[in-house]
């Protein structure tokens, strides 16, 4: 059957229809990993990331060294993005990345003398 603007719905099949869409149908980017990046919720999401215990995470909190969410009721959310950047913000380096470190600071160290 020849489509046209003129085509009239009820004239089409159920196989011409699904032509229709096939072809007018734009690929749909599914937003989900977005949405599994970031997760927020409260102590029990940041004991899950970090693997400490509520205590120490009410003690890095309270200490101010915790990133966390205000709620205006009072309550708290953690990021699940921030925590592991504040986790990663902590890395301890290795030998050879720290004697690297000590070499460019010993050279920047002279280039400043002179």
Do not use: C
């Not at 099949?13 to 229709?20: A, G, P, Q, R, T």
């Amino acid at each position: 059957m020849k489509i046209n603007q003129d085509t009239r719905l009820i004239d089409l099949k159920v196989s011409d229809l699904v032509e229709i869409l096939q072809q007018h149908q734009s690929p749909i980017v599914p937003n989900r990993q977005l949405a599994e990046e970031d997760e927020i919720g409260g102590y029990e999401v940041a004991e899950r990331i970090t693997g400490y215990s509520r205590q120490t995470l009410y003690q890095l909190k309270s200490a101010g060294q915790l990133p966390y969410l205000s709620l205006p009721n009072g309550g708290v959310r953690f990021s699940k993005k921030t925590i592991l950047q504040w986790l990663l913000s902590h890395k301890r380096l290795t030998e050879s990345e720290a004697a690297d470190k000590a070499l460019e600071f010993e050279f920047k160290r002279k280039l400043r003398r002179r």
